[in-house]
């Protein structure tokens, strides 16, 4: 049933290249430059029409909304909001019919994800899901919505539901930056054709399991972690540090990297590993500063870099390196090798890393 991996968790991050095909198969046509969703394609102008998108969700989910929240922005120009689904159900949220809620899940049957839905639909609000479980509740609560093909993940610790949650949500924005015409055909097919190179591009990643152990063994006793990123890939922390903290019970954080000197950066000493993702475009330069001023406080720095990168290698004590992409897409890549590290971490300090304490898969209470 492992599919000769010892844990669920590691077939799952090594399933993605497949679930993001699954995901996109039959929906991006890219020699036809096309991207057909129905759930999509039959309410278009409630999208096209929106005041804004609201995205709710919860853990993982939340993270990837926060991805989708730069995607549509800076894709197709429309204005995002992302909450906590427990935060936005009781906070008496103003909601009108011209607003459009996205609501993530992966199990579908997330309590609090489920409730914010029923009272956007009540305020008459367009409610969209993208559900992993085909038939789940949330699916079945939601005016429309587009399914993560990821199939069955069963580890408790959320890998290819949000690699997949990423890839409908990125389809979505192409999709509707099209319509708006804010992307120019030839564009739009780049973005198309380089979707269609994601899944090689995270088999490519994969290949640093090795190192990524490496890495794991040398940090594996720590007590606390920090994860920085800014952009696209500030939500890529917080998932780094979720992953972390849930299965290895480490203490660890996610920050955007430019916030750490707003109060992080007393934590810094010769003890902390700093996780840093520094990708090349996504505000690179920005990003070598803070690993500046986080070496110059004796932090360990373990960055993901693009491929060939050589001024982050000359100052990090660790480099993963993941292939060029449009940073819009990095994402899907940079993730990967923090799914990897604390898989090994949770391994190495003896967790039980499919079925962490206190967790469950699906949090069907509120
Ligand atoms: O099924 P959902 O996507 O609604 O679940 C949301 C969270 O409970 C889930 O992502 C949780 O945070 C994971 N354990 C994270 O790995």
Same mark, same amino acid.
Request: charged share 25%; hydrophobic share 40%.
């Given at each position: 049933?492992?599919?000769?991996?010892?844990? /669920?968790m590691?077939?799952?991050?090594? #399933?993605?290249?497949?679930?993001?095909?699954d995901t996109?198969?039959?929906?991006?046509?890219?020699?036809? =430059?096309? %991207?057909?969703?129905? =759930?999509?394609?039959?309410?278009?102008?409630?999208?096209?029409?929106?005041?804004?998108?609201?995205i709710?969700?919860? =853990?993982?989910?939340?993270h990837?909304?926060?991805?989708?929240?730069?995607? /549509?922005? +800076?894709?197709?120009?429309? !204005?995002v909001?992302v909450?906590?689904?427990?935060? /936005?159900?009781?906070?008496?949220?103003?909601?009108?019919?011209?607003? &459009?809620?996205?609501? %993530?899940?992966?199990?579908g049957?997330?309590? +609090?994800?489920?409730a914010?839905?029923?009272?956007?639909?009540?305020?008459?609000?367009?409610?969209?899901?993208v559900?992993? &479980? &085909?038939?789940?509740?949330?699916?079945?609560?939601?005016?429309?919505?587009?399914?993560?093909?990821? @199939?069955?993940?069963?580890?408790?610790?959320?890998?290819?539901a949000f690699?997949?949650?990423?890839?409908?949500?990125? $389809?979505?924005?192409l999709?509707?930056?099209?319509?708006?015409?804010?992307?120019?055909?030839?564009?739009?097919?780049?973005?198309?054709?380089? $979707?269609?190179?994601?899944?090689?591009?995270?088999?490519?990643? $994969?290949?640093?399991?090795a190192?990524v152990?490496?890495?794991?063994?040398?940090?594996?006793?720590?007590?606390?972690?920090?994860?920085?990123?800014? =952009?696209?890939n500030? !939500?890529?922390?917080?998932? @780094?540090a979720?992953?972390?903290?849930?299965?290895?019970?480490i203490?660890?954080? @996610?920050?955007?990297?430019?916030?750490?000197?707003? @109060?992080?950066?007393?934590?810094?000493?010769?003890?902390? !590993?700093v /996780? &840093?993702?520094a990708?090349?475009?996504?505000?690179?330069?920005?990003?070598?500063s803070? %690993?500046?001023e986080?070496k110059?406080?004796?932090?360990k720095?373990i960055?993901?870099?693009?491929?060939?990168?050589?001024?982050?290698?000359?100052?990090?004590?660790?480099?993963i #390196?993941?292939?060029?992409?449009?940073?819009?897409?990095?994402p $899907?890549?940079?993730?990967? !090798?923090?799914?990897?590290?604390?898989?090994?971490?949770?391994?190495?300090?003896g967790?039980?890393?499919?079925?962490p304490?206190?967790?469950?898969?699906?949090?069907?209470?509120?």
């Amino acid at each position: 049933e492992k599919g000769g991996y010892d844990h /669920f968790m590691l077939k799952e991050i090594y #399933e993605q290249p497949r679930a993001i095909l699954d995901t996109y198969r039959g929906r991006l046509l890219a020699d036809k =430059g096309l %991207i057909k969703m129905a =759930g999509v394609d039959e309410n278009i102008e409630k999208f096209l029409n929106a005041n804004r998108i609201i995205i709710v969700a919860c =853990g993982t989910s939340w993270h990837a909304g926060l991805v989708a929240e730069y995607i /549509f922005e +800076d894709l197709a120009r429309i !204005p995002v909001e992302v909450e906590y689904a427990s935060e /936005f159900r009781y906070r008496n949220p103003v909601i009108t019919d011209k607003d &459009v809620l996205i609501a %993530i899940s992966q199990s579908g049957e997330t309590a +609090d994800t489920l409730a914010a839905i029923k009272l956007a639909k009540e305020k008459g609000a367009f409610v969209f899901g993208v559900c992993n &479980v &085909v038939g789940s509740s949330i699916s079945r609560e939601t005016d429309a919505g587009a399914y993560t093909h990821a @199939g069955p993940e069963i580890g408790v610790a959320s890998t290819k539901a949000f690699t997949t949650q990423i890839t409908v949500l990125t $389809l979505i924005a192409l999709k509707l930056a099209k319509e708006k015409g804010v992307f120019s055909q030839s564009k739009y097919h780049e973005f198309l054709t380089e $979707l269609e190179n994601i899944p090689s591009k995270v088999e490519k990643v $994969l290949l640093s399991n090795a190192l990524v152990e490496q890495v794991a063994a040398v940090y594996k006793d720590a007590t606390n972690c920090l994860y920085l990123g800014r =952009g696209y890939n500030f !939500p890529v922390a917080l998932e @780094g540090a979720l992953k972390l903290k849930e299965i290895s019970y480490i203490h660890a954080e @996610g920050y955007p990297a430019a916030e750490m000197k707003h @109060g992080p950066i007393a934590l810094i000493d010769e003890h902390m !590993p700093v /996780f &840093v993702i520094a990708t090349k475009k996504g505000h690179y330069e920005k990003v070598v500063s803070n %690993i500046q001023e986080i070496k110059s406080r004796k932090g360990k720095i373990i960055a993901i870099v693009t491929e060939g990168d050589e001024m982050v290698r000359d100052l990090a004590d660790h480099v993963i #390196e993941v292939p060029e992409t449009f940073e819009s897409l990095t994402p $899907l890549l940079t993730t990967i !090798p923090l799914q990897l590290l604390s898989y090994h971490i949770a391994l190495m300090r003896g967790c039980n890393v499919d079925q962490p304490r206190n967790l469950a898969k699906s949090v069907t209470v509120e």
